[in-house]
């Protein structure tokens, strides 16, 4: 076995991390809350909780649950809107050892567009743009349709002088094809993906488990689902940079992400069982490198054998 330490700089797009993996939004709070339990030293960089331009009191209870070996949400991202956002969390920006991207939503292009100009404004130093929330009370879902999705990256590309994510849906039909109008937008990279619409009943109330009926279907279940969306993509759009996310509890999971074509790798709802889990897949990752002598976690982009 060779010793020799193994490099985790990773590349996304215009964006250099020091190790491969992000803490997924909607995970870790605004992320300088969670800072206080959580260890953000083995990340790249950690992603905080979607804000809209104007409050959002999200749904009413209940709006998270187990389901087997995953979670379903319907929370509707409730959150307390850009201008409290900015004079409550952006003070404290870097309190955190971490740099700290901010993830936009809103109900249209110039939602968006609003939101990506007061996180610059509040020190994040990315913006990724939520197309793919399911669990909106209309339902709507911008990464559905690659031209709405084009249009609000469009707008973001328009009110940011920083990096761009857009973060798209297992949902689609064709993602590649989301992947390619987000990309020609003005996307950096993409974050494939965010959770698969799902649903579950109380058998003994009979009523839905969550109060919005549909929501996210989140955890390990997810990963093919989500390493599949991964492999498209990276085979029809080699040029563009991936983060993937679904699934990622192990640093074998960050292996079988960056072999599909994923430059770098999320963490999520495995946060809610350990919240230092980045400690553990980053040591189980170098460990995975050492073993098998790759020197740096870009020789692994990409490296899938064909059958």
Same mark, same amino acid.
Not at 99 to 108: K, L, N, Y
């Given at each position: 076995?060779?010793?020799?330490?193994? &490099?985790?700089?990773?590349?996304?797009?215009?964006?250099?991390?020091?190790?491969?993996?992000?803490?997924?939004?909607?995970?870790?709070?605004?992320?300088?809350?969670?800072?206080?339990?959580?260890?953000?030293?083995?990340?790249?960089?950690?992603?905080?909780?979607?804000? &809209?331009?104007?409050? #959002?009191?999200?749904?009413?209870?209940?709006?998270?649950?187990?389901?087997?070996?995953?979670?379903?949400?319907?929370?509707?991202?409730?959150?307390?809107?850009?201008?409290?956002?900015?004079?409550?969390?952006?003070?404290?920006?870097?309190?955190?050892?971490?740099?700290? #991207?901010?993830?936009?939503?809103?109900?249209?292009?110039?939602?968006?567009?609003? *939101?990506?100009?007061?996180?610059?404004?509040?020190? *994040?130093?990315?913006?990724?743009?939520?197309? &793919?929330?399911?669990?909106?009370?209309?339902?709507?879902?911008?990464?559905?349709?690659?031209?709405?999705?084009?249009?609000?990256?469009?707008?973001? $590309?328009?009110?940011?002088?920083?990096?761009?994510?857009?973060?798209?849906?297992?949902?689609?039909?064709?993602?590649?094809?989301?992947?390619?109008?987000?990309? =020609?937008?003005?996307?950096?990279?993409?974050?494939?993906?965010?959770?698969?619409?799902?649903?579950?009943?109380?058998?003994?109330?009979?009523?839905?488990?969550?109060?919005?009926?549909?929501?996210?279907?989140?955890?390990?279940?997810?990963?093919?689902?989500?390493? !599949?969306?991964?492999?498209?993509?990276?085979?029809?759009?080699?040029?563009?940079?991936?983060?993937?996310?679904?699934?990622? $509890?192990?640093? =074998?999971?960050?292996?079988?992400?960056?072999?599909?074509?994923?430059?770098?790798?999320?963490?999520?709802?495995?946060?809610?069982?350990?919240? $230092?889990?980045?400690?553990?897949?980053?040591?189980?990752? =170098?460990?995975?490198?050492?073993?098998?002598? *790759?020197?740096?976690? !870009?020789?692994?982009?990409?490296?899938?054998?064909? #059958?």
């Amino acid at each position: 076995m060779n010793s020799r330490k193994a &490099s985790l700089e990773a590349s996304l797009g215009p964006i250099m991390l020091r190790s491969p993996i992000v803490a997924a939004s909607g995970t870790v709070g605004s992320v300088v809350d969670f800072a206080r339990g959580g260890d953000f030293r083995p990340y790249g960089a950690a992603v905080a909780k979607s804000v &809209s331009s104007n409050p #959002w009191p999200g749904r009413a209870p209940p709006r998270v649950t187990s389901v087997g070996p995953g979670m379903l949400n319907g929370i509707g991202i409730q959150n307390p809107g850009i201008e409290v956002w900015i004079r409550e969390i952006g003070p404290r920006i870097r309190e955190v050892p971490v740099p700290i #991207w901010g993830s936009a939503v809103g109900h249209d292009a110039d939602g968006f567009a609003e *939101v990506a100009s007061g996180l610059q404004a509040a020190g *994040v130093a990315a913006i990724e743009v939520n197309l &793919s929330c399911p669990n909106l009370d209309d339902g709507h879902l911008f990464a559905l349709d690659p031209g709405p999705s084009a249009e609000v990256v469009r707008a973001v $590309r328009d009110a940011t002088e920083l990096p761009v994510g857009a973060k798209l849906s297992p949902n689609a039909v064709d993602i590649s094809e989301i992947a390619a109008a987000v990309s =020609e937008a003005g996307a950096d990279w993409v974050v494939l993906t965010n959770t698969v619409w799902g649903a579950g009943i109380d058998v003994e109330t009979r009523r839905p488990k969550l109060s919005g009926v549909v929501g996210g279907y989140s955890g390990t279940p997810v990963k093919p689902i989500a390493m !599949r969306c991964v492999l498209e993509v990276s085979r029809s759009l080699p040029g563009l940079p991936i983060l993937g996310c679904g699934g990622v $509890r192990t640093g =074998e999971d960050v292996v079988e992400y960056l072999l599909a074509g994923a430059s770098a790798v999320a963490i999520g709802t495995a946060h809610f069982a350990e919240p $230092r889990v980045g400690s553990r897949i980053i040591k189980e990752l =170098e460990r995975y490198m050492i073993e098998h002598d *790759v020197g740096s976690v !870009r020789d692994l982009v990409g490296a899938v054998e064909p #059958w």
